[in-house]
């Protein structure tokens, strides 16, 4: 089987070759009010207080950060196979790229979030779904079985070994289609985040993953019917 030479850190070593998304028309480019924001520095307000995060929230971040991580896993096998399209490489560096700073950002608020704890390491406040809101900064219990760590949408590992042995043709297609599936899986759990998320930061993911994987879907959409 194929190694996996197209290590992540190559992956954003060719960020650059972005640009080529537009000139093939793929139309990825991520509009700013859909763009997530780091989570700012510096004490809460009472009004930061009052959305601190919730269950919710944390474990949409729970969940969203390793499916992403599988995203970057597709995308570098699909990067180390020969024969693959142009246009499929310029999306999966895309994907790559877009995936790879959303993670840092949500770790970034994991960590800011975790830093936040008040004196007596208790926010006092509640989910919002009848439940008390845990400690401010703490790692809730229970997000194992909670909706948004479902991960909707992974490849499984036959899936990811099919894809590593694939090469042109094959890849492409395979890459395509298990990407479509990851994709519309995030698509639900953004959809949860938006509509039960109390976090500012974490409802702006979700409506960032909702605007630019809607729009990947359609792209790869459009590739995987073109292919050979």
């Known amino acids: 089987m ?8 190559v992956v954003l070593a060719l960020s ?14 991520t509009s700013p009010e859909s763009a997530p924001q780091a989570a700012p520095a510096g004490a809460r307000t009472d009004a930061a207080a009052a959305a601190y995060p919730t269950v919710e929230d944390h474990c949409y971040i729970e969940g969203m ?24 490489r310029a999306l999966a560096e895309f994907i790559a790229t877009d995936q790879t700073s959303e993670i840092e950002t949500m770790r970034a608020w994991q960590n800011a979030w975790r ?5 007596g390491g208790s926010s006092g406040g509640h989910d919002g779904h009848g439940g008390a809101q845990p400690a ?15 991960m909707k949408g992974m490849a499984g590992v036959e899936q990811l070994a099919a894809l590593d042995a694939a090469d042109g043709v094959a890849a492409d297609r395979i890459f395509l289609e ?16 938006v509509r039960e998320g109390s976090n500012a930061y974490v409802r702006a993911s979700g409506k960032h993953v909702l605007v630019e994987q809607q729009r990947e879907i359609t792209a790869m959409s459009t590739l995987l019917a073109e292919a050979p």
Do not use: F, K, N, Y
């Not at 650059?16 to 480019?29: D, F, H, K």
């Not at 950060?65 to 499929?88: K, N, Y």
């Not at 401010?136 to 479902?150: F, I, Y």
């Open 2 to 9: 194929r190694s996996r030479i197209a290590a992540l850190g």
């Open 16 to 29: 650059t070759a972005i640009v080529a998304v537009g000139a093939v028309g793929l139309s990825l480019t």
């Open 65 to 88: 950060i390793p499916h992403h991580e599988q995203a970057l896993e597709l995308s570098s096998l699909v990067l180390g196979a020969t024969g693959v399209r142009e246009r499929t």
């Open 115 to 119: 830093g936040a704890i008040p004196a």
């Open 136 to 150: 401010a900064g703490a790692v809730p219990s229970g997000c194992g079985d909670h909706p948004h760590t479902q």
């Open 178 to 193: 298990l990407m479509i599936a990851h994709h519309e899986g995030a698509l639900e759990m953004a959809e949860s985040a």
